[in-house]
């Protein structure tokens, strides 16, 4: 049984400040800590999917700031397979295929805009104020679950502040979830303690992993729109730019995917929508 994890870094237990995700130099203490926990919170994870029996661990480091290169920084467990998100069209998660059982997120952060969501964004904090899919708000969790339900694997387990978790059981109510701490601003927080968290994650990652029977598959029928609505229309521009980006205002711009395969890829040079 293959179980694949994708790990952030706003939502993990035990950061509480911007500076520890976003640090610019890598040898900032405040970036160093935030590596720190990353590790001990995926480990947690790994820990659980293999007590559930997990045969194969994958884990891919999605924080965009580490640039892949987290767990060459901070150990991951041996026992997981350090994979790749390979830039292509479209976007591979190395590993992840129709064999996979289920998937799992670690740190993650609510949807932009979310009240109480501790450092919450989709995609580019401060530059993107809503994420649609077919007309619904949506944020970096339902991007991977409808990644992940197009080869036919389910969300499993989310971990994330409380606002992540509340999204998760509207959205997914399939999914579980463990609370790392709650937002009280979007900057601030209140750190639940991370041995607790720790070893919570640990325990409902393999409870969820035994609900494997009862979790669905994400899937929307094709085509998909996708819709951006940035906080400036500059930002705008580059996108509307592209064959096949439609404007329906100065800052809000939509295209259409063919599956979730696709939810990772943004209209640039290297790749415009059809239609
Ligand atoms: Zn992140």
Redesign the pocket.
Known sequence: MKICVVT???GLAGVDAWEQ?YATDDASPAYRHGLEQLAADTNAAVAGCLDAGATEVVVWDG??RNGQRAFTRVALDPRAKRRRLEVGTPVRLDGLDTATAGVVMVGQHAMAGTLGGFLDHTQCPKEICRFLINGEEHGEMSQFALHAGAFGVPLLHVSGDEALCAEARRLFPWVGTTATKRGTGWETCELYPTGTVRANIRQDVAAAIKRLSQAQVWRLPSPIEVTVEYAWSALADRLAAVPGVRRSHARVVSWTIPDGRWIYNWPSVDWHPVG
């Open positions: 952030d870094m706003e995700c924080h965009g």
